[in-house]
């Protein structure tokens, strides 16, 4: 066995307290070194040609929404959006699971434990102790939450609680869950319970879930899943957009220090952090595109469900064959121009990302607060799923605040919350669109990337300040009639358009997908939002 021998005591007493009665050896605190040696002596992952460790998760290898369920009693009742992603389930199953998964845990030779935090506010800190089965679990909590001093552990109390044990699988028949699998999060009890599955990535969606809840609903925070940059001057943006639409690639700038990649809070006077590392995707990852994401794979860092070429040890990071969903997940500061700690004053531009494969909307547009609110609990994106198959027909994608499966509180709650911060501080909101221009998927082509970042950059620097603009006829944003760097001709996709009929068609047939997505919403939004539907 590596050494383990560390000046911090695993905190016995406590777990006992938590429920566990049979400890055996308790690894606690452990340094990615020690991890990363137990994951190889126990055959539980190898390194990749750069020193990685990489890992399968087994059946799961991404989020499962529909087993993720929220105890309802008498905090979450009446609070809770109960919906098809904040699914309740009763608070006898939650208890009967703990003690089931605290028996199973009990029974093996081994315990990984680690006290961590989560938020870069100290007014806003959130203690964790997270238990694992297996080391690389316990390494992705190290990698991902922020990392207490030594001397902070002399002390440590822990607010909520995560028992994470792949090999434990529930019995649907008697426990309430779906299947085998699940993550359970009781308010009440302040812990999160995750069996059945190997996927990392539930640890820190439980605990995004978490904050979603505590900081708008307790402390008047608002929770945001966005990547969020910082500029020479001291200027702050935020990227909103979900999975593909470019949020990791277009806010790690090497000109503007990165202050977070996925989770931040927006308070009175800064924006914060949630996180302390990254959790990047890498399916057709590149040097040239993402460099700092291809450098950060390297010791310490966390591997998922990749493969290698053949007779090699290098990662093939095109291949598909396990899953599209391969990431990985490092500390912040991998990233050379990461702020830490990864705090900032409050965002001056606000960028909405979407990959659009109607080829609809503008590359480029400034949105009013309504028109804001109205895009932000939209949430939309399009995809073209499953190309290699010859599926040619793009799929629109809605995601209220642009991340529906962890928001705990009615998006209107959110969107409320934005709209008050962005008008008290004059915040310019921008809609950026990384999909296609000229036509659709099949006929148009993706938009360059060295135009979006000029388009960015010039966002960000105000030389749109002065420009003329003119609205969308549908969507009613307002496109800029020109901006440096960028070719006339693309900023208004009407125009970019071989017959401007079929153009008229395809965003009449967009704005009608919004509009129905937006009816189960209406009833709970002001006049301003919803004015700024598109026109039919």
């Known amino acids: ?46 390194l990749n040609d750069t020193g990685a460790l990489c890992i399968k998760t087994g059946e799961f290898t991404g989020r499962s929404p529909q087993d993720k369920f929220t105890v309802k009693d008498e905090i979450t009742a009446n609070t809770v959006n109960w919906n098809n992603f904040n699914l309740p389930i009763e608070e006898k199953y939650f208890f009967q699971l703990k003690e089931k998964m605290i028996a199973y845990l009990g029974s093996k030779n081994e315990l990984w434990v680690r006290d961590a935090y989560a938020c870069a506010a100290e007014k806003y800190r959130l203690n964790i102790r997270v238990i694992n089965e297996q080391p690389s679990g316990n390494l992705f909590a190290y990698n991902m939450f922020l990392r207490p001093h030594e001397e902070a552990l002399e002390d440590f109390n822990a ?32 812990t999160i319970l995750i069996g059945g599955t190997g996927y990392t990535g539930e640890m820190k969606k439980g605990i995004f879930t ?91 860092a966390l591997v998922e469900n990749v493969v290698f070429f053949d007779g090699d040890n290098a990662i093939d990071f095109t291949n598909k064959t396990i899953t599209e969903n391969t990431r990985v997940s490092y500390p912040l500061d991998y990233i050379s121009n990461a702020l830490e700690p990864s705090i900032s004053s409050l965002p001056k531009n606000i960028f909405f990302l979407t990959c ?72 310019n909101v921008w809609m950026i669109n990384t999909g296609w221009s000229g036509g659709g998927y099949g006929v148009g082509k993706r938009m360059k990337l060295s135009y979006t970042r000029a388009m960015i950059t010039a966002a960000l620097n105000g030389a749109l300040n002065n420009v003329a603009y003119e609205a969308h006829q549908v969507f009613g944003m307002m496109i800029p009639k020109q901006c440096p760097n960028v070719p006339l001709n693309i900023l208004h996709p009407r125009y970019t358009w071989a017959d ?6 395809a965003a009449k047939n967009l704005a009608h997908q919004f509009v129905e997505n937006f009816k189960k919403y209406a009833g709970a939004v002001d006049a301003e939002i919803l004015a700024a539907a598109p026109k039919l």
């Open 500 to 505: 401007r009929q079929d153009y008229d068609m």
């Open 210 to 300: 978490v904050l979603n809840y505590l900081l708008p609903h307790d402390k008047n925070v608002l929770s945001m899943h966005c990547s969020a940059n910082m500029g020479e001057e001291g200027d702050v943006a935020v990227f909103f957009g979900l999975s593909g639409t470019g949020k990791t690639t277009l806010s790690a700038d090497p000109n503007r220090k990165l202050i977070g990649d996925d989770e931040h809070g927006w308070t009175d006077t800064e924006i914060f952090n949630f996180e302390g590392g990254c959790y990047a995707k890498l399916i057709d990852l590149s040097e040239e595109k993402e460099p700092e994401i291809y450098h950060a794979i390297r010791p310490g």
């Open 356 to 427: 659009d494969a109607y080829g609809v909307l503008p590359p480029i547009s400034k949105l009013t607060p309504g028109q804001a609110m109205y895009q932000f609990i939209s949430g939309y994106t399009a995809r073209v799923a499953g190309t290699e198959a010859g599926v040619t027909e793009p799929k629109a994608t809605f995601s209220a605040c642009f991340g529906a499966p962890f928001l705990p509180l009615h998006p209107g709650y959110y969107a409320k919350m934005l709209g008050e911060k962005m008008k008290e501080n004059n915040v």
């Open 159 to 190: 607010d909520w609680h995560i028992i994470q044990a792949p090999g434990f699988k529930a019995n649907p028949a008697v426990d309430g869950t779906r299947q085998h699998n699940f993550a359970i999060i009781s308010f009440k009890h302040k």
């Open 1 to 46: 066995m590596p050494n383990t021998t560390l000046l911090m005591h695993p905190p016995v007493e406590k777990l006992i307290e938590f429920g566990f009665q049979k400890l055996n050896e308790i690894h606690y605190q452990l340094s990615p070194e020690d991890l990363v040696a137990q994951s190889l002596q126990r055959k539980e992952g190898v």
